[in-house]
């Protein structure tokens, strides 16, 4: 009889995607996946380091699990499972087991031991012969797909857990990675986005000897595959090559995920990041000369220790002068083991009061911005469906999300998700762009856009 299994997964896609090879894992074990922690004998939490409030929400869940353990199995996966270890049986003594990201593949070996009953189990080493190979990834998208090819990170950043969490930087051999985007291709796969915690600092391990703009190039020439997006990248290894590949190559999508952090040197170099304020933004500016229009987005962190007004203006003044399409914002959250924590810190509420402005700047630019692309059109991806305003959910290459409807019918009954659409973008939103079906407008402009029966 299979047994029943929950995850849940917490933090940055990476973790999204180790929680589809943990699936495969399992199924392969005979365990079957159920939608709640109740009716499961074996819970896993896949969780999140990178601030204080993610860390927080996994120990509130094991906490509200603790009456309820009676019969079940519970294993904390993922990166605060490293950067805690053991300490988690301290915290929460009702856990079985813990395991690292950079030790799943010794993850069947570890459940062979939680099933023979052993407990406080632990797989928490930093194994860098990673294979990255997870033949039994059992993926939650039937059209869109994440595809790893570089793991840990080996910049120093002054705030951050993901050195401890995931280990060395280590690359994928460009073959392990081209069987994959071929195999996914020939399943039905049309979208990959390729991971890594500094993407673009890629180097094909192989004799091969690829770069990460061939890379780029050679997953979007791959027969099948129409969108190529990868995340997240460092500013300091954004070569121009990569750039020219975009132009280059229809199926590379025209969005770059770009993470400033701050636009301040002295802040950034306080951050150890590698970069100056100037750097970055000539690092924009080849990105802007582009042919096709790339449009970026960033991560920034508010209240670094020693933050002061004249740098937090800085960043605002960068919000200006990029513009980007979306903005993933954070007040500074000290880490246990990093360096940064242990500066003077910048108060709480001041910390508050930066993060409202910037992202009320950064609303105002969006809106801007947003209001430009009404009265073209985009194709869109289908993500999903929004039954409640009878529109389809749809992503375009800058990854902006497009909703639309089909006021004419055109599309009948069928089911858009995973089809391509072109679409008439009637009406703009600070976060959304909005539209109507315009595949049939003429018959010819609905070549190429497939649509799924
Ligand atoms: N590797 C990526 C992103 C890693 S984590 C990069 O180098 O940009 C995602 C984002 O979380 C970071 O870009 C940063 O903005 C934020 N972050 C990381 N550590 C943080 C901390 N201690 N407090 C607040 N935000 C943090
Ligand atoms: Fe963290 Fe910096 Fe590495 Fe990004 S580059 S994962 S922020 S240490
Ligand atoms: Fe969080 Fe680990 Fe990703 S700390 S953001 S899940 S790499």
Redesign the pocket.
């Known amino acids: 009889m299979s047994k029943a299994f929950y995850i849940e997964t917490f933090g940055?896609q990476m973790n999204v995607h180790d929680s589809e090879k943990i699936r495969g894992v399992l199924t392969a074990r005979g365990y079957e996946q159920t939608p709640s922690p109740d009716a499961a004998e074996l819970v896993l939490y896949n969780t999140c380091s990178?601030?204080d409030k993610a860390e927080q929400k996994v120990f509130a869940r094991l906490e509200s699990l603790k009456r309820r353990k009676a019969g079940k199995t519970i294993g904390v996966l993922g990166c605060a499972a490293q950067h805690n270890g053991e300490d988690i049986f301290k915290q929460a003594p009702h856990v079985d087991f813990v395991c690292g990201s950079a030790s799943y593949n010794a993850l069947p070996a570890l459940l062979d031991r939680v099933e023979a009953g052993e407990t406080r189990v632990t797989g928490l080493d930093i194994d860098t012969d990673e294979t990255f190979d997870a033949p039994q990834t059992e993926r939650g998208n039937p059209y869109s797909a994440y595809v790893t090819i570089i793991e840990g990170?080996d910049?120093d950043?002054a705030?951050?857990v993901?050195p401890f969490t995931r280990g060395p930087e280590r690359s994928r051999a460009s073959r392990s990675i081209m069987a994959e985007a071929r195999e996914l291709a020939a399943r039905g796969y049309t979208e990959i986005t390729l991971l890594g915690?500094?993407v673009n600092s890629y180097r094909d391990p192989s004799a091969a000897g690829w770069s990460f703009a061939a890379l780029l190039d050679a997953v979007g020439n791959v027969a099948g595959i129409r969108r190529v997006r990868f995340t997240?990248s460092?500013p300091s290894d954004f070569t121009r090559d990569i750039v020219e590949a975009i132009d280059r190559n229809e199926a590379l999508c025209n969005w770059v995920h770009l993470?400033v952090?701050s636009g301040s040197t002295a802040v950034l170099n306080r951050m150890r990041r590698t970069y100056t304020r100037e750097r970055y933004l000539r690092c924009v500016e080849t990105i802007k000369s582009a042919r096709r229009g790339i449009e970026l987005s960033t991560?920034?962190?508010v209240g670094f220790p020693g933050e002061t007004e004249a740098d937090f203006e800085q960043t605002l003044s960068l919000l200006d002068e990029v513009e980007y399409g979306s903005l993933?914002s954070?007040?500074?959250?000290p880490?246990k083991g990093t360096p940064a924590a242990a500066f003077e810190q910048v108060p709480e509420e001041e910390k508050s009061r930066r993060l409202t402005v910037l992202q009320e700047r950064q609303r105002r630019i969006q809106t801007r911005r947003n209001a430009q692309a009404v009265g073209g059109a985009e194709e869109a991806l289908v993500e999903g469906r929004r039954e409640k305003f009878r529109q389809w959910i749809g992503r375009t290459t800058q990854n902006r999300v497009l909703n639309f409807s089909d006021p004419r019918g055109l599309a009948g009954n069928r089911d858009l998700r995973g089809a391509y659409c072109k679409v008439r973008v009637t009406g703009s939103g600070p976060n959304s762009l909005v539209g109507v079906l315009a595949a049939a407008e003429s018959a010819a402009a609905f070549n190429g856009f497939r649509i799924l029966q």
């Open positions: 940055c990178i601030r990170c910049k950043c705030y951050c993901v915690q500094t997240t460092h993470p952090q991560d920034v962190i993933f954070f007040k500074y959250s880490r």
